[in-house]
Every structure is written in C-alpha cells, then in structure tokens.
C-alpha cells in the first residue's frame, strides 16, 4: 500500500439494479461505474470531470462511504470504504452542490455547531472555527440568520464552513459550484484554493461538469464518461495531446437534413472529432482537425451541402476538446439515459 | 444551545460517541417539533388534540353505557387512552426521522458523512416527541381527574413502579420505533404513515380501551407479545391501585412478574432493533436507496 496515497479505487464497479416490469429475467441494470482504478495522492487537489450521469457522484458516495461497491476496492487514507467506515467519516467531509438542504429554522451558528458535535469538537473549538470560517467566506454577519433566509449563494458557502468545520484531512466536493451565480461560485473556488494553499497536507476531491474550473483548480485530473476513466492526468498535459491539432469552432448556416458528427468525420478524411449544434436557425461545428489545412476542404464540404459560412475562430485546446476528442461528444451533454439504454441487461 | 453546551462539554459524554450525538439530536429535535415561534399551533398539537381525542371517546362511552362514569371500566378505558397519546408519539418520533432527514430537510447525506452514531441519533431524534407526548398525557389525565372525576388520589399513585414501567415502556416503544425507521431507510418511497399505522394497529390488541379478554382467544396473543399490553397494565396498576384489579386478563401476574416480562421484551427488542438497524443501513447502501429522495 502506498502510503502517499489519499485515495485509492482499484476495479471499482457500481451496478444499479432498475424496478421494472415483475416478471422474471426482466431485470434491469445501470452499470454506473465500470472497473474504475483511481490514485489521488495527498495534498492533491484532484478533479473528476465528466457530463451529467458520468458517475462522478457514484465514486464520491461511495468514497464517503454513503454507497457500497458491487465489485472491486476503494480505500481512503488506507482504510477500506465498507469496513472502515466510522474512521474514514473522522478524516472526511462532503460538500454537494444545488444543494437546498438545511434546517431552515436553524441559525447558520446553531446548524454549523449542531455538526461540529456531531464531529465530536468541544464547545471551544466549535465556537472558535466557526467564527473564523465564517469570517473566511464572508458570512460572519449572517451568524444568527435562519438558513431559511439565506440565499442560495450564502447557504452554499455555510455549507462549505460546515464541510471543514472538522479540519478534514479528505475533502469530497461534489459539483460545488452547481447553481451559483458567478460570484458566488468565483469566491467558492477561491476558497478551496486558499485552504489548499494553506493546508498543503490534506486533499480535495472535485466532481465537476464545468471544464473551467477544473482546469482553474485541479492539479490534476480523470475525464469519465458512462462509468469508465477515460484519461488521467494534469490539465496541461491534457491539453497538451491536442498540441498537433487544429480546433476550429464554425458558425455555418443550415447544413440541410440530419447533419451529424458522423457524416462529418466521414465526408471529410482529417477531421478527427467533431460536435455539430443546431441552435437559432444556424449550426455551431466544433472541430478537431488532424492538420490546419484541412479546413479547406470542410469548407468545400459545407459549400457542397448547400451552407455558408457565418463566423470561423481557431483556438487552443481546452479540457472539453479534450473530452471530445475522447468521446466524440460535448460535455454538456446529460448521458445517464444513454448509460442506462447502453448497459442494460435483459 | 445554552443548556446543551456544557452538558455535551462533560468529559464522560465528550468521550462517547454514542451520548454525544444522543443529545444533540434531542436538541435538534426540540427545535424541529417544539415551535415555540407560534405557540397557539403548540397549544393545539399537544393539548387541544389530545383532549378532544378523548372526549370524543367519553361521549361515545356515555352513549353507550347511558352516563355511567363512575364503573371501573371507565377508569380504565380513560387512562389507557390518555397513556396510549405516547405510543403514536414515541414511534413516529423516532421513525418519521428518517424521512424528515431525507425527504424535507435533504440532510441524510450531510449527517452520515459524520461520525455520528445513526442509531443513537435517531433514539434521540425521538426524544422531542416523547416530551410533547408526556406533556399530553398529564394534561389529559389531569383534565379527567377534573371533569369526569377519575378516581386517581396523587398520594396514593405507586410512583416507582409508574416511572419504571413507563421508562420500560417508552423504551420499548422506541425500539419498534427504530425498526420502523430502519424499514423506512430500505424504502424507496414516501412510507411516511408506517409508525402511524403500526400504532394503530397496536391500539386494538394491547388493552388500551378495552381489557384483552373482549378479543378472540387466537387475537389475544398478539397482545401479549407487545410490551405497550403490560406497560398499560402496570401503569393502571401503579395509578387506579385497587381498581385496575376488576379486569381479569393480567390479573393473574404480580407487579413484579409483569415487570419482569416487560423488561425482558424491551431488553429483547432492543437488542433486535440495533441489530436490525445495522442490516437495514448495509441494505439501503447496498441497494443505492440510502439518500435517495422520492418525494417533496
């Protein structure tokens, strides 16, 4: 076992049995993760990022021991998430995003030492790191304000005091940023950045579907999708594997009936990835070229389908090429009904 | 949190887990059920309900036996009434927890990410309604005493074997509460009524309003197996004195047997609640239903 190693999953598999019909045989299943080996090592700020129905929240639940594995291992700080769980629970904390949870007729102070109990601090403690984590994200004058009164942006950071309420040496935060308005979520992420800063020992697990802000914020990152790792790696280097090729983002006008990623590829030898959008009476063509020169011919394809041109940008590579490029699919795009279709047994 | 604090401050309940989240849940359930902020909605939940309850059942009584307050039977069909208000209180204090945690405050997933001991905190959730329920129970017997004349003299209550049978009794209602609770865990959907159903059910078969003999002979047993049958019977017992002999169906038992059988169904029920608490948890989180919100 290494112990360099806050988090460690080998083979993890999550399957969902589905309520269906009663007959027999007719069972069904959601293989929400799939053989997933992960490695985080401590004082990482480590991100997974992925679409809606990934499995990103599988893997936190069942690190924070809320959810069992139905094959392989998952361990935090060397101790095992279905045996260990009351000693994992004192070395972490989870913070979910859009979350409207709460006892409203509790006060921020009232709720925030009813868990600082719970993680069995005194009175002193208690008192004195909730005064100064308040005073961090900025709420300190909301001390005596009903959660129910709090806007969704201020309940989200008392959710963040009362996530490290308990100094955790792991730290699950599961989309945090997840319906804030900008704000909101930039001082959310400063946040996370300063603790980290300031505690170099411990470590973040993020889940995210912003690409941003996993590239703002992690040191390193896993792209999943339908259950499966797909890459592992800092952002940078991410990127980097995309270095030879040529992005282009398109703004074309109709491009006729069913156009599609496939035909794309297909019609056009160079173009590696591609994502087409119909939106507003036009089409937006993300495009991963193998060489710059291959624009030339898109554009005589398109000019052949009978389109125009309405806008062309070259860019550099971001984290959700990366992640076409991986899948052939944008990021914003909801895949936990697909995962379902996909993976069920008859 | 005033008194609280430095109770949770003790070095004894600082170093047990178990204590510790016992008695913050019990603070956190005063806050939830206690809504002191509109005290006309108290008034009516914890003694205008009760009351009327019972009223309800002297009417159909007078009706019944023309006015006849004064037999024995009413007495007992009175009390049983008054102290059945903490059956229903108690099981669906501790079990409605879990959908309270889960369904409408969404704060499952927050609480069981910390080392809080789950079976101690939902015995403490429970503590809220149990206080409510007592306070029902003594303005309800205190209202008979005034208005209908119940034979009960203050000096003359047998009050240790009144606080160990109720404390038996409260216990073992807790019990049943908490496997209720961990039933609901396992359940996917809005189960809210199940500890209202149970202790309806239980309304019949335990002696409450009438004494067990009224019932077939292959109902009876039902009875004797729930201990609320012979915590009504030693707190008749304990209260009427003399009068809670005219009814046959546990005459045949001492205090001190009725006590011993009471103990040893609570001791029982206890340890299978924990237990079964345990197995309901592992399940709910092997089914992937544990946080899982399925209405609100």
Known sequence: MDTNLAIQTKDLGRVYRLRGPKRKGDAKQLVALDGVNLEVRRGELFGLLGPNGAGKTTIIKILATLLLPTSGSALVEDLDVTRDVQEIRRRISMVSGGETSGYGLLTVEENLWMFARFYGLDNVTARKRIDSLLEVVGIADRKRTKISDLSTGLRQKMNFVRGFISDPNVVFLDEPTLGLDVTAARDVRGFVKQWMHDHPDRTVLLTTHYMAEADELCDRLAIIDRGKLLACDSPHSLKHRL????????????????????????????VRQATVVEQNGHTELNLILAQEDVLSDVLAHLTRRGSSLISLEKREPTLEDVFIDLVGRRLDVDTSHHAEGEHAAG | MSITRPLLDTPFIRRSNHLRTFITASWLGWQIESNWADPFLFAVYSIVRPVTSVLILVVMYSVITNGALQEPIFAYIYLG??????????????SWSVIDDREHYRTLRQLYTTPMDGYSYLMGRGVARLIIGLISVLITIGFGMVAFQLPISIGTIDWLMLVISTVLGVLSLAAIGMVVGSLTLMLARHFWSLGDAISGALYLFTGAIFPLDVLPAWLRPIGFAFPVTYWLELARRAILGPNAAKFPTLSGFSDLELTGILAAITLALLVFSWFFYRWALHRAKENGIFDMETSY
């Open chain 1, 243 to 270: 270095q030879q090729d040529a992005i282009f983002n398109l703004k074309v006008g109709p491009l006729g009936p069913r156009p599609s990623r496939d035909a794309m590829i297909e019609a056009v030898p160079g």
């Open chain 2, 81 to 94: 009434n008054a102290l059945y208000i903490l059956v229903g209180q108690v099981i669906t204090g501790v």
